[in-house]
């Protein structure tokens, strides 16, 4: 399997910076999850698809050296720029391992917390994911999900042909590799069937002016996402221009 292609944006350093910007931007509300479901000093947390690292690290820094952070990722790209990260800021209590959530055992028990975003809309085999996270953790520890219900609800005001077309391509892409971007209808009762207690339930919806940074951190996916849509034979269209236009301009107050 080729990790550099079988990502929808890639593993390359542009998309390791997209997301690095992204992560930017959902931070705060990483963070209030993480809080509420009780991340502390000391923690042992396990990081499902951590991607290149960015909420690893900032998991490192609220467990402190007494914790543990194991990231899961199957990536090698993503893995070595983790890897020189932890390097960087002298986090040993952080391990990166390199695994395919689908083919690989977990072998990391007794977690207090196992941290999973945008992972089961993309995987093959939700339920392959559900039983790893559940096997995880120790008993009264919990799973914490940012994961997508609605993706079509990503729009503008005015309405664009060229994004709606956009996202209804990059759902139709995930579809035909296998995933679903709308899972976590799916995905609630598949966790209580193994064993989970579900103890809370938060949407995040969000209707911001085009300038917001939760906008701006869509550009570069705009950017990346059309060409490679091109070669698979789906995406048509390039909506970046259309969300820039809309970003310069604005709502003026009448008499």
């Given amino acids: 399997m080729s990790t550099a292609t079988d990502y929808v944006l890639g593993t390359h350093q542009a998309e390791i910076n997209r997301l690095g ?3 930017q ?10 809080s509420r479901a009780g991340m502390t000093r000391g923690s042992k947390v396990i990081d499902f698809g951590a991607g290149p690292g960015y909420a690893t690290m900032d998991a490192a820094d609220i467990v402190g050296p ?20 932890i390097e960087r800021r002298e986090t040993p209590w ?7 959530l689908m083919d690989e055992p977990v072998e990391c028990a ?5 941290w999973c975003r945008w992972v089961a809309s993309f995987v093959t085999q939700p339920q392959t994911l559900v039983e790893k996270l559940f096997g995880a953790l120790r008993v009264g520890g ?3 999900l940012h994961e997508y219900q609605q993706y ?9 042909s060229q994004i709606d077309s956009f996202v209804a391509e990059v759902m139709a892409s995930w579809r035909a590799s296998g995933g679903e971007p709308d899972i976590m209808a799916s995905l609630l009762p598949l966790m209580t069937d193994f064993g989970f207690k579900v103890r809370e339930v938060r949407p995040l919806i969000f209707a911001v002016h085009p300038s917001h940074a939760l906008t701006i951190g869509r550009f570069p996916q705009l950017d990346l996402g059309p060409p490679r849509l091109r070669r698979a034979a789906y ?18 107050r009448g008499p």
């Fill in 25 to 34: 931007v959902w931070r705060p509300h990483v963070l209030d999850a993480w």
């Fill in 152 to 160: 079509s609800t990503w729009r503008t005001i005015p309405a664009s």
């Fill in 235 to 252: 995406s048509k269209y390039s909506p970046a221009a259309a969300l820039r236009s809309r970003s310069s301009g604005g709502v003026k």
């Fill in 66 to 85: 007494g914790g543990t952070v194991i990231a899961l990722e199957r990536s090698p790209d993503f893995v070595d720029f983790a890897r020189h990260a």
């Fill in 94 to 100: 952080v391990q990166i391992v390199e695994c395919d």
């Fill in 21 to 23: 910007l992204q992560h």
């Fill in 110 to 114: 007794d977690a207090d917390i196992a």
């Fill in 142 to 144: 919990i799973a914490v």
